[in-house]
């Protein structure tokens, strides 16, 4: 069976300080991989996906990158954390096919200080 | 044109009782509508999905409503539980470009005992 790993589960990071998160897909091959994050209390705001190696498309103008060095890694970066860089964090990936759901890890909370 | 909106923003239900979530979309190109719940500290996880050739579809308490015409579909939680008390979150997938999920906004469902 399939399974996404996060980590680190949770994060506290000053202000400047760059940012590496990392997620890896186990049992698959091919898949879509993607970024989200969740404001507290908000809904899901896609980051960035990825439909293979080195292929990263971004969502919005922001502080973070991404890259997947590998077939089922995908990290998300920052060179120099903002404040408003705090939220949860969430990997998720989907099988390249039409009308296939996106299964999530457990996320990242990142606390900004 | 990518827009999910979802209501209520928060639901309180008694114990036994139907747990009903509404959403509208606009992208006529989405083909896929997922339903996600989350607990606190956790990731989304799917809970039951609809394609837009179908009006119902019922899987144990969970069923969903789609109303093509109308570009709405909602959410029923039949006998409603403590245990169901989450955040569920509605969404919609595109064949076609943005190989991503637009989601809802989030409905925060309390079930009282």
């Known amino acids: 069976s399939q399974t996404i790993h996060q980590w680190p589960a949770t994060l506290v990071q000053p202000v400047g300080s760059p940012l590496s998160l990392e997620c890896t897909v186990e049992?698959?091959?091919?898949?879509?991989l993607y970024w989200y994050r969740q404001a507290a209390g908000r809904g899901l705001q896609l980051l960035f996906y990825s439909v293979g190696i080195g292929q990263i498309s971004s969502e919005v103008p922001q502080n973070l990158s991404a890259s997947r060095p590998q077939d089922r890694q995908f990290i998300l970066s920052s060179k120099k954390l903002l404040l408003s860089d705090s939220g949860f964090y969430l990997c998720?990936?989907?099988?390249?096919?039409?009308?296939?759901?996106?299964?999530f890890g457990d996320g990242t909370r990142l606390s900004i200080l | 044109q990518q827009q999910v909106k979802q209501s209520p923003q928060s639901l309180i239900v008694q114990k036994g009782g139907i747990s009903i979530i509404n959403c509208a979309y606009e992208?006529?190109?989405?083909?896929?509508f997922p339903w996600y719940q989350q607990f606190p500290g956790k990731g989304p996880a799917l809970l039951i999905a609809i394609r837009p050739d179908v009006s119902e579809k019922k899987e144990g308490r969970f069923t969903i409503s789609f109303n093509k015409s109308a570009k709405q579909f909602s959410l029923h939680i039949m006998d409603s539980q403590p245990g169901d008390s989450a955040t569920y979150f509605c969404?919609?997938?595109?064949?076609?470009?943005?190989?991503?999920?637009?989601f809802g906004s989030g409905t925060r469902l309390q079930v009282q005992p």
């Open positions: 049992g698959t091959s091919n898949p879509n």
């Open positions: 998720a990936w989907s099988v390249r096919a039409r009308a296939t759901p996106q299964h």
């Open positions: 992208n006529t190109a989405f083909d896929y």
């Open positions: 969404a919609g997938l595109a064949d076609t470009g943005r190989r991503a999920l637009t």
